[in-house]
Nanobody, 116 residues
Framework: QVHLVESGGGLVQAGGSLRLSCAAS????????MGWYRQAPGKQRELVAI???????TYADSVKGRFTISMDNAKKTVFLQMNSLKPEDTAVYYC??????????WGQGTQVTVSS
């Protein structure tokens, strides 16, 4: 069983930066993507950025050019560098693994709050 632990959230002013980390414990072989989703109050959870096992990345249009996802396979960690943050980026950010087989794994979430 894989356990995901996020860190790096917090309060930042608009225009600032944060770096989220997600450390995975357990076996992480056989995954399709690792990445980040977010959920703002009253809204559905949405994809932010994902990375395939081969290194291909996908970003939400709203974060392209501002956020960068990266993975350290050896340390089983995925990162999300968030620059030029906007108040609309405020949400709980969740780490995710989409497996080739079986249900997704999710972290507990980390709060990101961007003040105007």
């Amino acid at each position: 069983q894989v356990h995901l632990v996020e860190s790096g959230g917090g309060l930042v002013q608009a225009g600032g930066s944060l770096r989220l980390s997600c450390a995975a414990s357990g076996r992480i072989f056989g995954f399709r993507t690792m990445g980040w989703y977010r959920q703002a109050p009253g809204k559905q959870r949405e994809l932010v950025a994902i990375c395939t096992a081969g290194g291909s990345t996908t970003y939400a249009d709203s974060v392209k050019g501002r956020f960068t996802i990266s993975m350290d396979n050896a340390k089983k960690t995925v990162f999300l560098q968030m620059n030029s943050l906007k108040p609309e980026d405020t949400a709980v950010y969740y780490c995710n693994i989409n497996w080739l087989l079986g249900p997704d794994s999710w972290g507990q979430g980390t709060q990101v709050t961007v003040s105007s």
